[in-house]
């Protein structure tokens, strides 16, 4: 029997054991773990697998960019494959376990160095182990008056690895990657490369012009496993002055005006009157954003069971709409004002008194309006509202994107809770409006302590996946177990690419195979 929880796949008890000796000469016997226990964090997945698919063989905590060089040199010489993390944190994505089990986790949450925050030019770089929360306290101790652009919840998740992962907020600058400007990348041969303006010695400009010279290449390390990434640049939002911030809520009393609330929203945000990205939110998830945050609810109503809880139920328990459209003004109080006017006079010219038109005002001590109020804001928050939607822990993110036209978005929720309902499960879902197309999470909430769910989620979640696929929605993020499936769902000409890179830059497979559906072995 092994002394090891696992092994690396094709790497002998013997081998790792030598491979595990110098993990520990480099770093020390504290911040290389093989025991179960320390293990244990990194099995908390929320998946619709088994946590022996995803158990990893070690975790090792390294402090700097120079360690991580060493340790990819001992990687190379043993062939133990390494899981990069900053944190135990992707919430509906996984967690942290690795792709297969086996891998060693590489957690970065150690390196924890705002290294620089610019508040003139509104930008700062930092290592991956720095949290939303910390960054934001950061700001708030040395007074400065920048906004964070935070996913929900956000406290305890990875500046570096939101991005990375292409993950977004709700301001203004809510395309996380779009406003990332230069990497500091670890290589799988062990080299550092700098992105952007960051390859010229004593570089000025790294963190404010993100080309560079010749091809554009942060890109590859982005949602892929093509290197370690050990210092990002993001650019901040500059605060509003006092009076410039507005946010709203519309309640939409029919699942059937979907379309209708598109109709008028596209070209307020085209227009950039609504600047941010926002919400619409169907009955379900607004309803659970209520029950968790407000202690008056009726308690235990969304604990009830397993089956799937009528829209009319929710809006009726809840005092929540069909769909409820969070949005916001920013700028001047005078550009602000006039904003409002435009937003106001849209929707109520659309639909009348059909509709609840919600300000600050109007909200005092509404819990998921001040949540979405402080998410428009960039506020860091801790813990998701749908935590307490089922009992059990499961949970899997389903992101297709669609058009942000009205037909386009008609069809995919009527398909999306149709596949749903057929295996028992509630449709929990929002649109999140960008520029021109809207995110459309889907949280399918399970027991993971019944089996009987596990399989039912899973059956659902790769039907979801075909029938997407079948009709042009592609998935923009997913879970561990089904990388694959999306990977191939994008065609074998993009798979070979992903290939060719990862041969090119990684031939022993040894950073994160699997990651992405890219895996050489």
């Known amino acids: 029997m092994s002394r090891f929880v696992t092994l690396p796949k094709g790497v002998s008890e013997q081998t790792f054991t030598k491979a595990i000796q110098e993990y520990r000469q480099l770093l020390g016997t504290d911040l290389v773990r093989t025991d179960r226990a320390s293990m244990q964090s990194y099995l908390n997945i929320t998946i619709a697998e088994s946590e022996v698919l995803h158990t990893p063989a070690a975790v090792i905590y390294p402090k700097t960019e120079k360690e991580i060089q060493s340790i990819v040199a001992i990687a190379n010489k043993y062939k133990t494959p390494l899981w990069t993390v900053c944190n135990g944190e992707n919430e509906g994505y996984g967690s942290s376990a690795p792709a297969s089990a086996g891998q060693i986790v590489l957690d970065l949450r150690g390196m924890k160095k705002i290294i620089e925050v610019d508040q003139e030019l509104g930008y700062c770089l930092v290592e991956p182990g720095v949290t939303y929360a910390e960054l934001q306290e950061h700001l708030k101790k040395n007074k400065i008056n920048l906004w964070l652009d935070a996913p929900a919840p956000a406290a305890n998740v990875s500046v570096v690895g939101n991005i990375i992962e292409r993950g977004s907020g709700y301001t203004p600058y809510s395309e996380n990657f779009l406003f990332s400007c230069g990497m500091e990348v670890v290589l799988a041969d062990g080299s550092l490369i700098r992105t952007g303006m960051g390859g010229i010695p004593n570089s000025t400009s790294w963190q404010v012009f993100k080309w560079g010279f010749g091809p554009y290449v942060d890109g590859l390390f982005s949602q892929s496993n093509n290197g370690i990434v050990t210092k990002l640049g993001t650019w901040l939002m500059g605060a509003p002055p006092p009076g410039g911030y507005k946010p709203f809520c519309i309640k939409f009393?029919?699942?059937?005006?979907?379309?209708?609330?598109?109709?008028?929203?596209?070209?307020?945000?085209?227009?950039?009157?609504?600047?941010?990205?926002?919400?619409?939110?169907?009955?379900?998830?607004?309803?659970?954003?209520?029950?968790?945050?407000?202690?008056?609810?009726?308690?235990?109503?969304?604990?009830?069971?397993?089956?799937?809880?009528?829209?009319?139920?929710?809006?009726?328990?809840?005092?929540?709409?069909?769909?409820?459209?969070?949005?916001?003004?920013?700028?001047?109080?005078?550009?602000?004002?006039?904003?409002?006017?435009?937003?106001?006079?849209?929707?109520?010219?659309?639909?009348?008194?059909?509709?609840?038109?919600?300000?600050?005002?109007?909200?005092?001590?509404?819990?998921?309006?001040?949540?979405?109020?402080?998410?428009?804001?960039?506020?860091?928050?801790?813990?998701?509202?749908?935590?307490?939607?089922?009992?059990?822990?499961?949970?899997?993110?389903?992101?297709?994107?669609?058009?942000?036209?009205?037909?386009?978005?008609i069809q995919q929720t009527k398909v999306a809770s149709g596949i749903l309902n057929k295996y028992g499960f509630d449709y929990l879902s929002e649109y999140i409006f960008f520029w021109r197309d809207a995110r459309h999470v889907i949280d399918l909430r399970f027991d993971r302590s019944d089996s009987a769910d596990v399989q039912r989620a899973y059956r659902c979640f790769e039907e979801l996946g075909k029938v997407f696929a079948k009709q042009g929605w592609a998935v923009n993020r997913t879970n561990t177990a089904f990388m694959d499936k999306v990977a191939d769902s994008y065609g074998p000409a993009m798979r070979e690419l992903n290939h060719t890179i990862k041969r090119a830059l990684d031939p022993n497979n040894i950073l994160a195979p699997g990651k992405s559906g890219i895996d050489l072995s």
């Open 253 to 409: 009393p029919k699942v059937e005006m979907l379309g209708d609330i598109i109709k008028p929203l596209m070209p307020l945000r085209l227009a950039n009157i609504i600047p941010n990205a926002c919400a619409l939110v169907n009955a379900g998830w607004e309803a659970a954003t209520r029950y968790a945050f407000d202690k008056k609810t009726p308690n235990g109503f969304l604990n009830q069971g397993k089956e799937i809880i009528p829209t009319k139920s929710l809006m009726e328990r809840y005092g929540v709409g069909a769909w409820n459209l969070y949005g916001a003004v920013y700028g001047t109080p005078e550009q602000v004002a006039l904003n409002w006017m435009y937003v106001e006079g849209t929707f109520k010219g659309a639909f009348g008194d059909k509709i609840e038109i919600i300000t600050e005002k109007e909200a005092a001590g509404d819990p998921a309006f001040a949540y979405r109020k402080q998410l428009m804001m960039g506020g860091v928050t801790k813990d998701s509202p749908l935590d307490k939607w089922r009992s059990g822990g499961g949970s899997m993110r389903f992101s297709p994107t669609a058009v942000a036209r009205p037909g386009e978005c």
